[in-house]
C-alpha cells in the first residue's frame, strides 16, 4: 500500500517562504515521477512543479524563479521550497507519485497540505 503524507502547510504573509514535504511509504519512491499539485478554490488542480528520478524538474511559469522542488531517495521525502509566496498561491497541495513511463500502474496521492498567503 503506497501511501503519501504531506506536510508544511500554513498561513503565510505575502513575500514569505513555507517549505512543504511529503513522506512516501513503499519502495517505489526512487523510480517514481514525483510532482506538486495545488487546488484553490473554485478552480481544476494544477501542476506546480515535477521531479524524475533522476533528478530533472519542470516547474510551471507561475512559480519559476520563486519554487524549487526536491527530492530525498534515501529517505523517500519530497519537497517543496516555496519562496516570495504571494496571495494568489493560496491552495491546497498536494503530492503526487506517478510511474515512469513505460512501466503502467496508477498515480498515487496524499490528501494535501494547506497554504494560505494572506497579510
Keep these: 500500500q503506497v501511501q503519501l503524507v504531506e506536510s508544511g502547510g500554513g498561513l503565510v504573509q505575502p513575500g514569505g ?16 515521477v514525483m510532482g506538486w499539485y495545488r487546488q484553490a478554490p473554485g478552480k481544476q488542480r494544477e501542476l506546480v512543479a515535477r521531479i524524475t ?3 530533472i524538474t519542470t ?17 523517500r521525502t519530497l519537497y517543496l521550497q516555496m519562496d516570495s509566496l504571494k496571495p494568489e498561491d493560496t491552495a491546497v497541495y498536494y503530492c503526487n507519485a506517478r510511474p515512469p ?3 503502467g500502474g496508477m498515480d ?6 494547506l497554504v494560505t498567503v494572506s497579510s
Excluded at 512543504?20 to 519512491?29: D, H, K, R, V
Excluded at 498515487?108 to 497540505?113: D, E, H, L, P, V
Aim: proline share 0%; glycine share 16%.
Design 59 to 75: 516547474n510551471v511559469d507561475s512559480v519559476k524563479g520563486r519554487f524549487t522542488i526536491s527530492r530525498d531517495n534515501a529517505e
Design 53 to 55: 528520478s533522476g533528478g
Design 101 to 103: 513511463v513505460g512501466m
Design 108 to 113: 498515487y496521492w496524499g490528501k494535501g497540505t
Design 17 to 32: 517562504s513555507l517549505r512543504l514535504s511529503c513522506a512516501a511509504s513503499g519502495s517505489f519512491f526512487s523510480i517514481y
